[in-house]
């Protein structure tokens, strides 16, 4: 199908450049899902006291004191990231779905283990992480905040109503502590995807410059029988 066809480049080729940053912003993430639970047992009141501020501050501003080119740069991963995790989803959507397409088969091979873990591992944690990132872009453009306020004609600014729920949807504490367990999984395994997708990639351009080479040998070969 073409629509897949054009899934997997634009799969391809955001993650390619945005893979490492969404690794990064993922882990960060994965931590601060238990800020709560750290500061209490670090000791601290605030995070910005503590030593988390400065996961904070790589999962927010990648270390950019100034919170601008940093911000801008974790957006513009956060919106690779859902077109990312889109055109994934669509990619492995199967016609007809097999015990196959929702196990990890590790007794395959490197190869189908790999695929497995980016695949299968990304069909189950892409809701959740498609949430964090909708959310995640809250905190990182304006006409974002925006648009949220004009579809949902509510006001969008720190302590409204609307803006509580973004934060419970974007940290899992909608539903205590099992949803803060299942986010924190989730944003593991987005830390994970560009790890597999990058090696998965690799080996493919691996084999294809060897094949090539072999195929070059060939004709050399034949050429000058």
């Not at 088969?105 to 992480?129: C, N, P, W």
Request: net charge positive.
């Amino acid at each position: 199908m073409k629509i897949k066809k054009y899934c997997r480049y634009i799969h391809l080729w955001l993650s390619l450049p945005a893979g490492v940053l969404i690794s990064i912003i993922c882990f960060t993430g994965a931590i601060l899902v238990f800020q709560e639970e750290l500061l209490t047992i670090m000791g601290y009141d605030s995070i910005r006291e503590s030593p988390l501020m400065i996961v904070m501050k790589l999962h927010r501003w990648l270390m950019d004191d100034t919170r601008t080119i940093g911000k801008m740069i974790v957006g513009i991963s956060t919106l690779f990231f859902i077109f990312i995790l889109i055109s994934g989803l669509t990619v492995y959507w199967p016609r007809k779905w097999k015990k196959s397409r929702l196990i990890i088969e590790h007794q395959k091979g490197r190869r189908r283990l790999m695929f497995d873990l980016h695949s299968v591992l990304g069909l189950y944690a892409t809701l959740i992480l498609l949430v964090c990132a909708l959310t995640g872009l809250m905190w990182s453009f304006q006409w974002y905040r925006d648009i949220v306020s004009f579809i949902f004609d509510a006001e969008v600014k720190r302590g409204a109503p609307i803006w509580r729920i973004v934060r419970a949807l974007h940290f899992g504490t909608y539903a205590g502590m099992f949803s803060k367990i299942v986010t924190f999984i989730a944003a593991l395994i987005g830390t994970s995807l560009p790890v597999t997708g990058y090696w998965m990639y690799l080996k493919r351009k691996n084999y294809y410059s060897r094949y090539r080479k072999f195929h070059r040998f060939n004709n050399h070969f034949y050429v000058n029988l």
